[in-house]
């Protein structure tokens, strides 16, 4: 059955460096999208991707973030300058939205900043 | 705007006795609605959706789902619990926004099974 993987599981940064969470969503899938849980706390939606442009995003979805589809394959999550409160589990979700909308998610990546 | 309540962050059952976890939403235009599974250290898992048609509906392991508008609610249901059901249940709602239907989702249900 296909799946979203995302890599790495784990990724340890220091405060303003940047980091790169990758996605590989389910291939016929045509929406993409980021979301993140801080521990303890709700999941919460950060952009939503389709026809290599952002589809929509929410106020956490600031200037330091950025997604990009490098190739035909790959969904990415791009934090310029890390902070603390950056710390969370981030999902990578796709779907094949609007015909089918529920979204499928991979594992996460577990993002601690030091 | 869409949000998504669910009531009881702890829910304790006994093995074989009935599962029942609440989820209330709020949403502007009609839902669409869904119920993920979180097992510790992993991902979410889709366990059952409602878009349109039938209000009763069934998912994986057993579960399934009614929706009742007129209560605004989707509770989660399975009949006998079991011991690998012990996860976080999470009800989520569709914002019908362009066509990425971003998903709004709740705080969580902590499912405890004893034996």
């Known amino acids: 059955e296909p799946e979203v993987t995302q890599t790495p599981s784990h990724q340890v940064t220091q405060m303003g460096q940047e980091v790169i969470l990758r996605c590989v969503p389910i291939?016929?899938?045509?929406?993409f999208y980021w979301y993140r849980q801080i521990l303890g706390q709700k999941v919460e939606f950060l952009v939503s991707f389709y026809n290599n442009e952002i589809s929509e995003k929410s106020e956490i979805f600031d200037d330091q973030f950025s997604v990009e589809r490098p190739d035909g394959s790959n969904f990415t999550l791009k934090i310029r300058s890390t902070k603390l409160e950056d710390s969370a589990m981030y999902f990578c979700?796709?779907?094949?939205?609007?015909?089918?909308?529920?979204?499928?998610f991979g594992p996460g990546t577990r993002l601690t900043v030091t | 705007a869409q949000s998504v309540t669910q009531l009881g962050s702890h829910v304790s059952v006994s093995e074989g006795a009935l599962v029942l976890l609440r989820c209330n939403y709020s949403s502007s235009v009609p839902p669409y609605l869904f119920w993920y599974v979180q097992y510790p250290n992993q991902g979410l898992q889709l366990l059952l959706k409602?878009?349109?048609?039938?209000?009763l509906v069934k998912g994986i392991n057993g579960f399934e789902a009614e929706f009742k508008k007129s209560e605004t609610s989707f509770h989660l249901t399975k009949p006998s619990a079991h011991m690998s059901d012990a996860a976080e249940y999470f009800c989520a709602v569709s914002a019908v926004l362009g066509s990425a239907r971003q998903l709004t989702f709740g705080s969580g249900t902590q499912l405890t099974v004893l034996p």
């Open positions: 291939s016929n899938h045509l929406y």
């Open positions: 409602y878009t349109t048609g039938a209000t």
């Open positions: 979700a796709s779907s094949n939205a609007p015909l089918r909308p529920e979204q499928y």
